[in-house]
């Protein structure tokens, strides 16, 4: 499967965003999504991620500001972020895989599929 990440942007403290993840090919809806992201100097992180059976899961950092979606009739993966802070800067990327077990559903490893990054600047 083919991801691409769309929706980043320059905004203000407080403010929301919705990121796109949209992926190619018909057994999308079988495909656990992962959002990850990386700020400058730092390594790529855990943000949120979505299962087959639409359980999500969400770093510490991000739950209750965040909500994770998808709608398999679109092959698209959304992350609502609200209430942004700009510690939340960073590039976004999509991924997913199709065999991963929930015990590595946070490790970025796991994931055989990627999509190229959305860059997310908050300015305080």
Do not use: H
Request: glycine share 10%; with cysteine.
């Amino acid at each position: 499967v083919q991801l691409q990440a769309s929706g980043g942007g320059l905004v203000q403290t407080g403010d929301s965003l919705r990121l796109s993840c949209v992926a190619s090919g018909r057994t999308f809806s079988m495909y656990t999504v992962g959002w990850f992201r990386q700020a400058p100097g730092k390594e790529r992180e855990f943000v949120s991620a979505i299962r087959r059976d639409n359980n999500k899961y969400y770093a510490d950092s991000v739950k209750g500001r965040f909500t994770i979606s998808r709608d398999n009739a679109k092959n698209t993966v959304y992350l609502e972020m609200d209430s942004l802070k700009p510690e939340d800067t960073a590039i976004y990327y999509c991924a997913a895989s199709d065999r991963i077990i929930l015990s590595a559903i946070r490790n970025s490893g796991n994931y055989g599929n990627w999509g190229q990054g959305t860059l997310v600047t908050v300015s305080s």
